[in-house]
């Protein structure tokens, strides 16, 4: 066991985490009226990713358990303030409207983040950072809750789940083009595509020389 987050990010997880606990409140009785389902399952998700977000900040480096944790604070602010104004100002639809728009956005959000991964997986011509159980569990449990709020006739369950299943569809799709180069490009290319990316699970190794990486900016 290493111990160590290494070039892995706690990004992805710490949105995840936002997503669940937005859609938690959403499910809520006095929120989304028949949507008790969706708390349940969010709610299971939110404490998953919690211990993810934990175990993460205990073994990462310094700077980045300092960022992931800045980021914490910040989207816990997002969800308490959400949920604070529909309490406190907001009654009946308009309580149901803020806080399905709130999660559509961020649940939008967090199945983009894969993009720059995509974006690596086409540059580098491997599958090497895409697994290809993520990307398979992405399209399905996208796909599961799209077809769940067509059937109840919900917006902001199909919308953004309708975006995930896209996307998942993308990914099943770069991996089935690239699977047989997976861990087959050199590091000095991986190094030159991973540069500026802000992406699902990787970040920019710490042990490279910063001046020998070219820069191709952020997306």
Known sequence: MKRSTEQFSGIPYVMAL????????????????NNILVSIINGTGAAIESIYVLI??????????????????????IFSAVALVSML???????????????TIFSIVMYAAPLSVMRLVIKTKSVEYM???LSLFVFLCGTSWFIYGLIGKDPFLAVPNGFGTGLGAMQLILYAIYRKNKGGVTDKKKSTAIDGSLEMGVNRPHHQN??????????
Do not use: M
């Not at 100002?89 to 999660?103: D, E, I, Q, S, V």
């Not at 910063?210 to 997306?219: L, R, S, T, V, Y």
């Open 210 to 219: 910063q001046a020998n990486i070219p820069q191709d900016g952020q997306h």
């Open 18 to 33: 936002l997503n669940c606990l937005l859609y938690t409140w959403y499910g809520l009785p006095f929120v989304s009226p």
């Open 56 to 77: 993460f900040l205990i073994f990462a480096p310094k700077k980045e358990k300092a960022k992931i944790f800045g980021l914490l604070v910040f989207i816990l602010s």
């Open 131 to 133: 697994p290809f159980f």
């Open 89 to 103: 100002a907001l009654h009946g639809n308009k309580r149901k409207l803020l806080c399905g728009f709130a999660g």
